[in-house]
């Protein structure tokens, strides 16, 4: 009974993991948190477009944007991430820019989560946690 019980608990979390990736990643993201600081005022954004495996977003610098690749049910990463040149405003600016990038370089998993009070995701990778709100819904 206690395997059934556990089996089922891991299904219900693979299949819901996969749901949020198809059916509620879609849309644009504000960064909320990274490695524990708040960092709203940098004003970050992700936008997923899971249909066609596209990200763009505002590194706090700069526009960027690159082609989400699976290496895994949960490992994603944005190899060839594309990003305008220019200067950061505020020593914020370039810490938020530079650990955006790493996180999105060296492969990510996403969790949906709940921190500070705010329902959102986490993206975490072996060096950085980003945690993001939804800024608005497609319904």
């Not at 996969?18 to 005022?41: F, I, P, S, Y």
């Amino acid at each position: 009974m206690l395997k059934k019980i556990t089996f089922m608990t891991l299904m219900f979390t693979i299949f819901h993991t996969q749901a949020l990736v198809a059916n509620e990643l879609d849309g644009t993201w504000h960064l909320r948190a990274m490695d524990g600081m708040e960092v709203r005022k940098a004003r970050a954004l992700l936008e997923f477009n899971m249909e066609e495996m596209k990200l763009s977003g505002f590194d706090a610098c700069n526009r960027i944007g690159g082609t989400l690749v699976k290496h895994t049910e949960t490992n994603t990463t944005v190899p060839m991430l594309r990003s305008t040149r220019m200067a950061c405003r505020q020593k914020i600016h370039s810490w938020v820019s530079k650990r955006l990038h790493e996180t999105l370089k060296e492969g990510f998993i996403i969790k949906e989560e709940k921190k500070y009070g705010i329902e959102g995701i986490t993206l975490k990778s072996p060096s950085h946690e980003l945690f993001f709100k939804r800024m608005g819904r497609k319904d």
